[in-house]
């Protein structure tokens, strides 16, 4: 039977966002034949009749047997493409979820069909980045076509994975996931030192190491860039978190500590692994992507004092009082890499019978979006990344 054309329409929250119809557009290749994936962010009316961004939304366009078959693959492809804009962004992207999926054969009557009722992103929008959409699609295309693609693919997804948990509490599977995709980098920084050093003895030699501690050394020397303090804490927490053998004090000190730095290192060796050049390798480098910025909602905060008897501060039929808060966006407006958005919060206090609340004050909180500043390299012979 010969293949039909399928499309797939896949999102996601983000941290990550396109203007007002742009779009990116990817070609991936596999046996099946060739495949298009195309990144749009998703606009939604304001109360003005402005528009405000919401989702990220990938449309996977492909050949495949049957939908059943085709949804489960494109969805791959498109978390493929999402953890690599992840990398190139430094922009946090949460699972992505199909939305609709259906057969688009030019030569055919009936088409199946597939549909996901997912609720719709609504309050305020999400702190985001925008890409820089020419060095995204190249390193896209230098990964798909790199001789060590799975690995790299592997490194990229711990590394999206890592963002996803870039907040408060959450330090501990950030580490974690980098140092898999330390480990899953190393065969790549060994075979690059090796070739670059000669022969692997000649490394040995030059490093004063025997061949057991050639793998941990890749790791320090190259990919932790020298920087002893990190590797060394990284690796006990890594190894103390995956055997159980260490307190999880400890284990959050470390990751608290070093998480931000680990993910510097691993993004800088995913793209100079992939051999893009400069200028575009320097552009996904600069401080315009140098923090990670993890995709999670505004944080609204109600302070405030409740006046009357202890007894009476819920409503007879609530267990406890509670300020009801409804967010708005009146109107959102977009210049350059700025988004300057007009919210109204309504706030009800839902309170017990002679209760009042009184001084309340309302705080918005999102992520940190300061420009990082990576550690100086530690002590010791520091041999960067080769492509």
Known sequence: MADLT??????ASSACRLDRGEEIRLIG??????????????????ESGSEVHRELWLEVTGPGESLDEAIPRHTDMANTAVSILTVATNAGVDPLEVELAFDVSPDRDEHEFFQNAITEEIGLPRVNRHPDPEAYQELFRHLISSPS????????????LAVQHFRPGSQILALAHLYM????????????TIEDAGTQPELL???NIDVTSLDPEIRRRVLFQGNDQAYREAKKASDGFEHGYLDFETIKQYSATHHTAVAHYVRNAIIQFSGLADPLASRLLSPR???PLPSIPMAKYVRGVLHGDVSKLAQEDMAYPYVRVETIVKSASYSDATVDVTPEFRVTPVVGEGITARDLNFEVWGPDTATYEPPGQGIGEVEAPKA
Do not use: H, N
């Open 289 to 291: 992507f140098s923090r």
């Open 205 to 207: 030699a030059r490093w």
């Open 181 to 192: 995709a330390m480990e899953t980098l190393t065969p790549i920084a060994k075979s690059a």
């Open 29 to 46: 290749s596999e046996e099946r034949g060739t495949t298009s994936i195309v990144l749009r962010t998703r606009y939604r009316p304001t």
């Open 6 to 11: 399928f499309l797939t329409v896949l999102r």
């Open 149 to 160: 693609r799975d690995r790299l693919f592997r490194a990229c997804g711990q590394y999206q």
